[in-house]
């Protein structure tokens, strides 16, 4: 992306880097106000977007393999919708964060999965998801523009809070009524 960019005025890195900072933190103060998971995870994958676009300066080189740490962020949202869909296919239509609280006693598979999705996204080492936070921090911090590299970190951390929440309902919440009974048993054996 940079090398294609390579041409254009010193005006076109300010503008990629507002509209990084505008994707950053409109994303995170968003999804920490959303209580559905899939409107959380859309509003972070706009705050990694702004992660990719920290890097993606005119003029500057292009790594090789920096690529898939940035699609590594996609990935991670891409695992939690897929989890969703392994739910709404076993008849567990919720989407609210709330309505997986203790989730980690009916469906222990999809609790560990959806642990190891929030993990990584949230930047939590050694996952996936914190080598390419680190990577682009500190591609900002030798870059010339520590300024960014400290509001990446920061931004990281505020992000972290609400990918831990979801952790925190499926393994600390007391459990709902949807995870009881014959439908705790029909989604053990959809997942299984």
Request: aromatic fraction near 12%.
């Amino acid at each position: 992306m940079s090398h294609g960019l390579a041409g254009l005025p010193p005006i076109w890195t300010q503008m990629l880097m507002a509209i990084a900072v505008a994707s950053l933190l409109l994303g995170n103060v968003v999804a920490i106000a959303q209580t559905n998971l899939k409107r959380m995870l859309a509003y972070s994958a706009i705050a990694n977007a702004g992660f990719v676009l920290l890097v993606s300066r005119p003029g500057r080189p292009w790594l090789p393999g920096s690529a898939q740490f940035h699609h590594r962020l996609c990935d991670d949202h891409a695992g939690g919708f897929g989890l969703i869909l392994v739910l709404s296919r076993s008849g567990f239509e919720h989407d609210e964060i709330a309505d997986f609280k203790a989730c980690q006693h009916a469906i222990p598979l999809l609790a560990a999965l959806m642990l190891v999705v929030m993990f990584s996204t949230a930047g939590v080492p050694p996952f996936i998801g914190f080598w390419a936070k680190l990577w682009i921090i500190r591609r900002c911090s030798t870059g010339g523009i520590p300024g960014w590299a400290s509001f990446a970190v920061v931004i990281s951390v505020v992000g972290a809070f609400y990918y831990l929440r979801v952790v925190w309902y499926m393994y600390f919440e007391a459990p709902e009524d949807q995870f009881n009974g014959s439908k705790k048993t029909a989604y053990a054996s959809d997942l299984s």
